[in-house]
């Protein structure tokens, strides 16, 4: 089992920032691609970003392109999204996502391991 847990979310106006982080335990986090997802009121849940296990190769969404950034610290266990030039539209919670293999994770496979999110407000 992994267990995640994100924070960083909160009220932001637009143009601005934040950085969420997710924090993982319970296996060997260099073991696993780490990603983000994102759900709006009423909308399915969305790839945002992922993120190889030696955080050499990074994956983004269209819509997030050049304005987010993943990273991740392996010694710290941590990955985290880097959200900048924030619009209304980036409103949502915010899961941290992990799995052994890139192409289940961005497709959310059963089994996929989830953190329980965290809110994401953008004002305009």
């Known amino acids: 089992q992994v267990q995640l847990v994100e924070s960083g979310g909160g009220l932001v106006q637009a143009g601005g920032s934040l950085r969420l982080s997710c924090v993982a335990s319970?296996?060997?986090?260099?073991?696993?691609?780490m990603g983000w997802f994102r759900q709006a009121p009423g909308k399915e849940r969305e790839f945002v970003a992922a993120?190889?296990?030696?955080?050499?190769?990074?994956y983004y969404a269209d819509s997030v392109k050049g304005r987010f950034t993943i990273s991740r610290d392996n010694a710290k266990n941590t990955v985290y999204l880097e959200m900048n030039s924030l619009k209304s539209e980036d409103t949502a919670v915010y899961y941290c996502?992990?799995?052994?293999?890139?192409?289940?994770?961005?497709?959310?496979?059963?089994?996929?391991?989830w953190g329980q999110g965290t809110q994401v407000t953008v004002s305009s």
């Open positions: 319970g296996r060997t986090f260099s073991n696993y691609v």
């Open positions: 993120i190889s296990r030696s955080g050499g190769n990074t």
């Open positions: 996502n992990a799995d052994v293999s890139l192409a289940r994770l961005r497709v959310a496979a059963a089994g996929v391991y």
